[in-house]
């Protein structure tokens, strides 16, 4: 079936509020294991039938904004959606009681349990109205970033767009462009401090309710880690410390070596060559065309979802007016196809989305007949295994995509992974330090983001005059507001990717097969278990971070560019 021809059908809540009604009743009746599975099998279709219509909707209103149609569907789904949560949640607490809980163990795996178990502690009564006013917050949030509009050379336009004058090889142009950008935060420091404020006090207030201390162990808890704590994500940080902000200071330095400057400003860092980054040979047929000839190489799988991804026309890759920012790989249930997003703009960019999302999409269609859906894909930190090992391993195809410039490609890769790794930890230590303590001021928490900027990124210097040093990064890191104590996650995974690349390069068909593994599982298990399927080591483990760093160190410094 081609993406264009699944039709769409608006969700009746009526129906779905009668059957999840009847599902529980029924449930509770039933005296085996096998009647409780049966009822419990067909409630999971009706799920996935309206998962894929929230799907459809999603990605419909995505690639054109401005139609009205979706436009409508989506704040109705929007609005019916959190009473379709509470059911569920309703009919979990009934599930997690069955006295035949140990064969559902039996049947779909441990973590299936722990998955019903989590979803069941963050959520009750007592809280419903604040997560929709953490919601509203969340939007707010959202909207003001979205609407946020400056002036830049002489035009007006959306706060997005100077992104892409922060690569610009003109110095003056990048050193404006992050000014103009910060001045916006600064002017609406006010309304983005009220609403960072009211977040952090509402998620407090929700994790009292539940019975938490502070928001920190429930916020792990809406991630689903059910394997480690933050303990161990502590003691991971500082490792990073330790082993990876030192080569991120040398890494920095080389930088400034390599642009010729005296001093390597926080505008310098994001370029790495002083004629600019690799750039793609071709537009978006021309990529097609050869992440086609890659996948149809790598492996039968890969090709056979890329042939797949094509001729249903599962993908909209490039940019357009109308269409939504960013890039994301969904799964359609009713299609049993992922489908791939992106707003292509001839950068380097273009080339990751066609491993790194595909990554991603080759993780759902390998562990596609799962059932039930909740263990389909694993958590964040798991599920980016699959999309950042994916750019390593498809390394040596990066010639097709980038000519003479190939090598490049590797350095700015790599490089901007390992200066991730300190960033993406101090975002980490920001969101424990203001759970802690939530009654911290707005100017008390700008001021531990610097202290912590100290840390975790020394090397990265603001000029004097800069209004960076008002302590004000975190506030354009969305995640902060949308989505806490996520961050990591990329952090965590990257660790594990780096080891995939290790092991391709000693023996490929073994780390093929690793990879595979992983894939396969979907989210049957925890983050740890995953990697171990892989044969890899935990990020939190022993030397793990030590060593993969010095591996990635050295590869990048053996490159020849
Ligand atoms: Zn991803």
């Not at 799988?301 to 001729?311: F, S, V």
């Not at 080891?499 to 989210?523: F, N, P, T």
């Amino acid at each position: 079936m081609k993406f264009k021809d699944i039709k769409y059908v608006r969700p009746n809540l009526d129906e779905i509020k009668e059957k999840y009604i009847e599902s529980i009743t029924k449930f509770k009746e039933a005296s085996s294991f096998e009647g409780q599975d049966e009822v419990f099998t067909s409630l999971n279709e009706m799920r996935s039938e309206f998962d894929t219509m929230m799907n459809l909707v999603y990605i419909r209103h995505s690639t054109n904004t401005f139609d009205e149609f979706y436009d409508k569907e989506k704040d109705y789904l929007n609005e019916i959606s959190p009473t379709i949560e509470k059911l569920f949640s309703d009919f979990i607490k009934v599930f997690l009681k069955s006295e035949f809980i140990n064969d559902f163990k039996e049947k779909y795996g441990e973590n299936l349990i722990d998955v019903y178990r989590l979803k069941n502690k963050i959520i009750s009564d007592d809280v419903i109205e604040l997560i929709a006013k953490e919601n509203k917050l969340s939007s707010e949030y959202g909207k003001l970033m979205g609407t946020g509009m400056v002036e830049f050379d002489s035009k007006e336009m959306p706060l997005a767009f100077l992104i892409k004058y922060f690569k610009s090889l003109d110095r003056d142009v990048r050193r404006e462009a992050n000014e103009v950008h910060a001045a916006y935060f600064d002017k609406h420091s006010e309304e983005f401090d009220r609403i960072f404020d009211e977040l952090v006090h509402t998620r407090h207030e929700i994790a009292k309710r539940l019975g938490y201390e502070n928001f920190i162990q429930l916020g792990y808890d809406r991630l689903g880690r059910a394997s480690y704590t933050h303990k161990e994500v502590a003691e991971y940080r500082e490792k990073i410390i330790k082993y990876v902000v030192p080569e991120a200071v040398k890494l920095l330095d080389k930088k400034r070596e390599m642009l010729e400057l005296d001093t390597l400003y926080n505008y310098d860092a994001v370029i790495t060559f002083k004629d600019g980054d690799p750039k793609p040979v071709g537009g978006e047929e021309y990529l097609v065309k050869e992440a086609k000839k890659m996948y149809e190489d790598m492996s039968s799988e890969t090709g056979e979802l890329m042939n797949a991804l094509i001729d249903g026309e599962y993908f909209d890759l490039s940019a357009r007016k109308g269409k939504a920012p960013g890039g994301y790989c969904t799964f359609i249930e009713g299609a049993k196809m992922p489908f791939i997003y992106s707003n292509f703009n001839g950068t380097q960019g273009d080339v990751d989305v066609l491993t790194h999302e595909f990554g991603h999409s080759f993780q759902t269609y390998m562990s596609m007949n799962i059932e039930p859906m909740d263990i389909r894909f694993p958590g964040y930190e798991a599920a980016e295994i699959h999309s950042m090992s994916m750019e390593y391993l498809a390394y040596p195809y990066m010639k097709s995509f980038f000519g003479d410039d190939y090598k490049k490609s590797y350095y700015s890769h790599m490089a901007f992974n390992i200066l991730f790794l300190p960033y993406g930890a101090c975002v980490d230590e920001f969101q424990h330090r203001v759970y802690e303590e939530p009654n911290m001021t707005p100017a008390e928490r700008k001021a531990l983001w610097t202290d912590l900027e100290k840390k975790y990124t020394p090397a990265l210097k603001y000029e004097d005059t800069s209004l960076m040093n008002k302590g004000i990064r975190w506030i354009w890191q969305s995640h902060i507001f949308h989505n806490p104590f996520y961050y990591i996650d990329y952090t965590l995974a990257e660790v594990v990717a780096m080891q995939v690349y290790k092991r391709d390069l000693e023996d490929h068909k073994y780390a093929w097969d690793s990879y595979i593994k992983m894939c396969k599982v979907g989210g049957k298990y925890a983050f740890e278990d995953i990697v171990k399927i892989g044969g890899f080591n935990s990020p939190f483990e022993g030397d793990t971070l030590k060593e993969t760093i010095s591996f990635i160190v050295d590869r990048l410094e053996n490159i020849e560019v």
